[in-house]
């Protein structure tokens, strides 16, 4: 049997939080939904798709809606979110007690940041710490 979702999951809506979006409760609440729906779906993510994943939700015309009539722009969210990234990367860092250095990777495509550290412990180790540090975050 499909587990489907009930509620948005708290830390999903601790970190939407975090980013302080101007958002109607009706849009936060849409959003909210795809972001989660997204990370369950193990099917094609067509909006359809996304809204099945829950025991009750609206129309996925509704979601579609409010895509088509977003009141920000993707450069403004791409921009707090890429903040709020790395700000959570360095204070993992800093709780772990691991050094840290951030590099920038800008191409015409895509911007990236990646995470390298100047400690001598594998990159596995380093990726193990910083996962146990996410979940077990409160």
Known sequence: MVTRILHNSERLCAFFDQLELTLYQSQRQHILNMADALLVCEEDKTLA????????????????DCLRISPWQADDVRAVLRANQVAWVVAQAERVGIPKMIYSNLDDWSPSISITTTTTAPKANLATRMASALWSAP
Request: zero cysteines.
């Open 49 to 64: 798709a996304l809204q099945r994943q829950f025991v009750e939700a609206p129309d996925a015309s509704n979601m579609a």
